[in-house]
């Protein structure tokens, strides 16, 4: 995934605030978070100068676009369907200590992540302790996940 920074390096670096945001180093950001979107960077648009760098901003920022409300991507071309994601969720555990907090199959419909078809979905995001009003930092399916195929932006 890429960094503020790197994204940062091929803007204008203006900060003109033609996109809503006091310095390209914010619009950097917003990126990345989803909140903003690469046409709003106006001279991006207009300057031929800017081309090349637009393309690659487009592609640094792609992955997130994929991302789920909770900004969790689960890359499918990496993911093995081992499970681990879904035995180290503690939502998961939570809902369903009967299944997946005992290393086996979900046993309800509540549980965040779940195996299905040799891949990690996603079900019930809503429910992510990353998400809503009472976040928090949780990183339990990243960090049992064997081939980095979870990763939040």
């Known amino acids: ?3 503020v920074m790197e994204i940062y390096q091929l803007l204008p670096k203006t900060n003109c605030k033609k996109c ?21 960077c106006t001279p991006m648009l207009e300057e031929d100068k800017y081309s090349e760098n637009y393309t690659k901003i487009k592609s640094l920022v792609s992955p ?3 991302a789920s409300e909770t900004g969790m991507i689960v890359h499918e071309d990496r993911c093995t369907g081992c499970g681990n994601c879904v035995v180290a969720c503690p939502v ?13 199959a979900p046993t309800n419909e509540r549980v965040i992540l779940r195996v299905e078809d040799g891949v990690v979905r996603l079900s019930n995001v809503e429910d992510c302790r990353r998400f809503g009003e009472n976040k928090i930092l949780c990183s339990g399916c990243i960090v049992t996940c064997p081939t980095k195929a979870i990763e939040f932006v």
């Open 92 to 104: 998961n555990v939570a809902e369903d200590s009967k299944g997946a907090g005992s290393g086996n």
């Open 64 to 66: 997130a676009e994929q």
């Open 1 to 3: 995934m890429a960094s």
């Open 20 to 40: 809503g945001k006091s310095s390209c180093m914010a619009f950097a950001a917003a990126l990345l978070s989803r909140e903003k979107n690469l046409d709003e």
